[in-house]
DNA sequence: ACAATAATTTTGGCTATCCTAACATTTTTT
DNA sequence: AAAAAATGTTAGGATAGCCAAAATTATTGT
């Protein structure tokens, strides 16, 4: 019986938490999933019955909560979503983790493949090539606070990038 | 009688096409707001009972759809937020217009002000410094097709980049 | 004007998500 | 091992959102 709906936020919510509390705890318990999603202990068991029935969970009535191999699999996309977003949000954008925490925990759930392999490219690229690299960030960031692009110091900007450049290379 | 609970996303569907069709249309009729949203015409009834009752359209049977002044305010905001994403996902990550629509029209409900102010700057940045500019994403968009950085034309690209610089300063 | 057509609303039903409070089970203490 | 505490489950109810079909109101063509 495997259901072809596809997951709901709420249930990719908590596949997350079960994955990380396998991760820290060794086990998930239903008390700190409630805690975690900021819900009651009672809710927790209707969720995990849903996802049980999508076998995405082992579930029995007061046993151990784990994830099946298909839901190892899920909440690890997931996870890895959420990653890539969070990373985007605080290395490229420069917002601060907490906020870039919880807007992680929203965006997660929408944005699909193309998107989010963009984003990985990007952050990627931004580190790596020459011409950007932090130092073009910490320009965004002063672009930001100040609102304007201080042109006179672009030539040296760009010199200083050469320069950089050059002795990296040699 | 003004609701204090936040608008759900659905109900800022439904206030963002009311205003895109009070402006196409002079009027926003239920028939069109169930298209756009792809919902059954009864759905758009109860939705529009629910806005005007949180004050946000002007609503009684059979008659005309209309956004009231906060109404439009909240639809205005919300349509900014969708533009932002949106040409951040074209612009910047050169996302395909029909795959950055659809992503803009999910994301666009879960971004709060700082994100959206720090998207609004780099994409302005990105656009407006010289070190960055057109070329860089360009140099983006083959590093994601290609998958690498072409190290050996990194040299030229800066020297152009300067060049570029210098030639529109003087 | 008035029937035919179109648009809108109402009704009843469904799923998903959450809550509270009472109850059951397991674990920990004493 | 019995009592207490913690944890888990159930039951009943609420809200939001949707659909399908029936009932109502507007509009239009002749």
């Known amino acids: 019986m495997i259901e072809k709906r596809p997951l ?4 990719e919510d908590y596949l997350e938490v079960i994955l990380d509390l396998e991760r820290t705890h060794k086990v998930a318990r239903a008390k700190d999933i409630a805690e975690r999603l900021q819900v009651q202990r009672g809710t927790v068991t209707g969720a995990l019955k849903a996802l049980a029935e999508k076998g995405l969970v082992n579930y029995a009535p007061y046993s151990f909560i784990t994830l099946t191999p298909r839901g190892t ?4 996309e997931i996870s890895r979503r959420h990653q ?6 605080t290395e490229v954008l420069r917002i601060p983790p907490e906020t870039a925490e919880t807007t992680a925990c929203r965006m997660e759930h929408v944005v699909e493949g193309m998107v989010l392999d963009r984003l990985v490219c990007f952050i990627d690229f931004m580190q790596q090539c020459p011409r950007a690299g932090t130092d073009l960030l910490g320009a965004f960031i002063h672009y930001c606070e100040s609102g304007e692009l201080q042109r006179k110091h672009c030539g040296t900007c760009i010199d200083e ?3 950089r450049f050059r002795s990296r290379k040699e």
Request: glycine share 0%; net charge neutral.
């Open 84 to 89: 890539v977003i969070r990373n985007f949000l």
């Open 161 to 163: 990038c050469k320069e």
């Open 8 to 11: 709901t936020e709420s249930m």
């Open 73 to 76: 699999a899920v909440a690890l």
